[in-house]
């Protein structure tokens, strides 16, 4: 008897080639694959039209009826082949472009066809394109005269063949093998709360509906299980970790922080910045090992909260680290740090790639000694060679610029892992954090400090240039600073550089020295020089920044009012809001232009019209994710979470609620599902995939 994890080769029809086809384009390894590959949409082939009847859209539609006449007529370039149709009352004409000969020979004239495609309009005569056809007889003889599947497929399996009919044929006869057997993976209870078919139904009915109404019962059962098991995997393995994790206990808010608090604080924390700190000072102080994301838009003052915990962590006699994703960065929040604390008695040190061997020896020495109390730095701060006396804490500034095997090595510091507070400035939608991070903490400081004014923003085309320049000009009068953003996308691309370099140079012509600096920073330069560059503009000593993406975190130099984006159809969402976030950190009103040219996809429309309606990160990344679904968000690459086979993280948001309010509920009552009646939960999450979760690492 075949199981599901037999090998697709195994399959009647399919063999060593095809099989590898599969494996290749759709990752189908086993029957179990197979029977997941979920179609992307259905088409309805119930209904056939009459010529006279045509609907004048472009949906699909299906016609029975005859070729009455074929032949090749020439055109500008190459020829295309026409076929007369009828359907005994009124013609119409079938059109091929390409493969004339094959198709010629294979159609017969006066057989009874039916076919199926979508409709040009030549004013009220309609023809039909390359449309899909086949004999009455054949069709007749198929697998679904109803509603049929339409799978995903790709040019490559095309092209060998493995076309839509051959994958059904394959469906079938995967669906023939099993007859009915597959075993029920969710309890009765649950099938009756929400009324779900049963397994059988559903997966037969996902492939070959009946009707629409037992295919949505069909589409339900299935996206609520998928659903329900992955939340059941994370929940039960944030239980699993929160037991077997041990965290140290930062008990006391001593000296260090209380003489900060009371003396150096600059300004009043917002209401959000204390509620914060609060939730995290439990989270340190229970014996749990904390693994807190810290979302706070750009500016919200995620720093100075990171600053306050390290302090905690000197207090309990831990020693803390700070990593950023840039030199740069690490620099600013050196500097930042420093200046906060002030004769605080706190030391600090900084070690970057470009850390001299002297700097390194006393940092290692004063590291190991345990006189460092923070070290703040780049990925430098993690290599192996490193050595804290005993690591309590570690901030993570804007994660995405880190990836999984960075994050590990923190681990590896000590035998008991330290706290780790990851903050973002790119905000997660809530649905989204729930299911890539499962049980993980979120904090949110969704309140900026008082006083900010929101940045304007305004998008102009590449015509209007010479105005923008001059609303440039003004501002520098006012003793502004202006940031230019070219996107340099891959930063190996010539023809981007190119651009950053023209753009630069008619920069440069437009405001020339000596009553104007210009600055440059992009990714091909040493980082030396980009420092360099850098330093200038904060020191004010420039007034224009042209940089690529590389400014895009982080950088603060609150007297910078104008980001001017070019192209600013080639960005995203998120790094687009990123971008604006480098300027209103001061008092002053800010602008982001956003400079684009006019052919604009209506993609990228609604990209620039989200910007200049909103300032919200919340909202921006609702959108963006709507846009381009969940796998490019921050974190979701390495997730796995995502790729999730019918359900859709967005539109099944209510199942996804639902799933995870029963998970939750399960696990309460049964954390091991160790009752009888959960066995069948148990076996079936034993044989899912592990989905990764971010946090997976440590368990
Ligand atoms: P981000 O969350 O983007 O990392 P920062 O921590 O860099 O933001 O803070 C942005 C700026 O706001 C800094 O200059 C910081 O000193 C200032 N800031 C932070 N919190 C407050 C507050 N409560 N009131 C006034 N200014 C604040
Ligand atoms: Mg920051």
Redesign the pocket.
Known sequence: MDTLQTPIEYLKGIGPNRANLLKQELNIFTFQDLLHFFPKRYIDRSTFYKIKDLPKNTSEIQIKGKIIDLKMIPQKRGKRLVATFTDEENNMELVWFRGHQWIKESLKLNVVYVIFGRLNWYGNRPNMPHPEMETLENFEKGFSKNLQAIYPSTEKLLSKGISQRVIIKMMGELLRSFKNSFVETLPDDLRSKYRLIDKNTALKNIHFPENQDILTAAQNRLKYEELFFIQLQLLMKNLQRKQKIKGFVFEKVGHHFNNFFKNHL?????GA?KRVVREIRKDIGNGQQMNRLLQ?????????VSLMLMLIAADNGFQSCLMAPTEILAKQHFI?INSFIGDLDITIGMLTGSSKKTERTKLATQLESGELDILIGTHAVIEEKVQFKNLGLAVV?EQHRFGVAQRAKLWRKNSTPPHVLV?T?TPIPRTLAMSVYGDLDISV?DEL??GRKKVKTIHRFDSNRLKVFKFIADEIQKGRQIYMVYPLIKESEKMDYKDLMDGYKSIVRAFPPPKYQVSIVHGQMPSKDKDYEMERYVKKQTQIMVATTVIEV?V?V?NASVMVIESAERFGLSQLHQLR?RVG?GNDQSYCILMSSHKLSTEAKTRLETMTATTDGFKIAEVDLKLRGPGDLMGTQQSGVLQLKIADIIKDNQWLKAARSDATALLLEDPQLEAQKNTPLRQTLAKMKVYQNIWNYIS
């Not at 600059?266 to 917002?270: I, S």
């Not at 706070?296 to 100075?304: A, C, E, F, M, P």
């Open positions: 600059p300004f009043e924390l917002t910045q706070g838009d750009v500016g919200s003052g995620k720093t100075i930042a500034d903050m400035a400081i400090p008082p982080g603060n609150p976030g950190r």
